[in-house]
């Protein structure tokens, strides 16, 4: 079976050697030598302040936390977006409103966002979707002149780079994750990046049950800690994430050439894009049949595709409509991509959405 994506792996001796340390110091966990290493080279790759956690929802549910918003405060999200979004914002007590997506990008819309404000609105939450970054210019000239906070879900964003630099660097806080999935990991794992430290120092409290350096409790805080074998796989990795990206890159192009005159259409990226990370595969059929037809049709052959984001989630957590929204994820399909993908594989693929669309 082809999956979707197939997580990077350093070389296993190399894996071995690197957490080999671990049973003489014994220091598993609680700021080690690894996870302070790793947070400084993702620091100085992106240019900001960086505080890793055990994964990128609990990245999510510390953003929110930050900002000590009143419970029951209205959140503008995306109904475009992994469940882990809405789901942050629902635990912690916040209400999720729903603004419309651009069905080209699709990223959340700012002129539904200006829509949706209310005198409970507290905070934009935009995801830049598949790891295109969304008009954050716009996002937050909304957010400054209705005083809203931005949080960023930049989950797919690892190596995202807007008009040269990380898109990281965006938002009050933007949150990552470093799950196996995402083109750049620690098995599980995520990270919050901002360009304000005393943020970022109440991130670090509230990542470790909110105990400040004298160990005082100072707010009440979550365990949150990413631990040194994830730290320890995510220096690896970062070894060789960069091959990873330029492979990616290739399989990626040649999609887009086998699939070129066929009706499919591919997401459109933000002209700001000055790097992209080739994360994910998504392409939309005409309609909801030729998607599902394709999604069987490859799943018979040994392929996994993924159906992503689906269902929109303002139909799971509201009753807003949200057109848009509801019409790309009916039709979108993500392809397997990843580095070690092998050619032969794109050109089956490609063959089988051929003859599935040809058949009509
Ligand atoms: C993967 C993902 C998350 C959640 O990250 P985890 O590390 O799996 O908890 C949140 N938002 C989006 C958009 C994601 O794709």
């Known amino acids: 079976m082809i999956n979707v994506t197939r997580s990077m792996m350093p070389e296993f001796e190399k894996y071995v050697d690197k957490i080999k340390k671990l049973w003489e110091t014994r220091w598993l966990t609680n700021n080690g030598d690894y996870l302070l290493e790793l947070e400084k080279k993702l620091s100085e790759r992106f240019n900001t302040n960086c505080v890793l956690v055990s994964n990128g929802t609990l990245a999510l549910i510390i953003a929110l936390e930050l900002f000590d918003f009143p419970k029951g405060s209205e959140i503008i999200v995306t109904p475009f977006t992994f469940a882990a979004t809405v789901e942050a914002i629902i635990w912690q007590g916040y209400k999720p409103v729903f603004a419309d997506i651009d069905p080209e990008t699709f990223n959340i819309l700012p002129e539904e966002i200006e829509k949706k404000i209310t005198d409970r609105t507290v905070a934009i939450m935009p995801v830049h979707v598949f790891g295109n970054p969304c008009a954050v210019e716009e996002v937050e000239k909304i957010a400054k002149s209705n005083n809203l906070k931005v949080i960023y879900d930049a989950a797919h964003c690892f190596d995202v780079f807007h008009k040269g ?3 990281y660097k965006y938002g009050d806080v933007s949150v990552a994750s470093f799950h196996a999935t995402k083109v750049f990991h620690t098995i ?7 360009e304000d430290p005393h943020l970022i120092e109440k991130a ?3 990542r470790n049950f909110g105990f400040n350096e004298q160990i005082e409790i100072v707010h009440p805080g979550i365990n949150a800690k990413m631990n040194e074998f994830q730290a320890a796989m995510g220096l690896l990795n970062l070894e060789i994430v960069d091959e990873e990206i330029e492979k990616r890159k290739k399989n990626y192009e040649m999609y887009k050439e086998l699939l070129e005159g066929t009706g499919v259409v591919f997401q459109k990226l933000n002209p700001g894009l000055t790097k992209y990370n080739y994360i994910y595969m998504p392409v939309l059929f005409k309609d909801t049949i030729t998607r599902n037809r394709v999604y069987e049709e490859l799943k018979a052959n040994g392929y996994n595709p993924r159906k992503y984001f689906y269902p929109s989630l303002n139909k799971v957590f509201s009753n807003e409509g949200c057109p848009n929204s509801e019409n790309v ?9 990843y580095g070690e993908l092998e050619t ?8 089988i959405i051929k003859d599935v669309i ?3």
């Open 358 to 360: 040809r058949r009509g």
């Open 204 to 206: 670090r409290r509230l």
């Open 344 to 351: 032969k594989h794109i050109e089956t693929i490609c063959q």
């Open 165 to 167: 630099q990380s898109v």
């Open 188 to 194: 599980e794992g995520g990270a919050i990046f901002s």
């Open 329 to 337: 994820s009916s039709r979108i399909l993500h392809l397997p991509l």
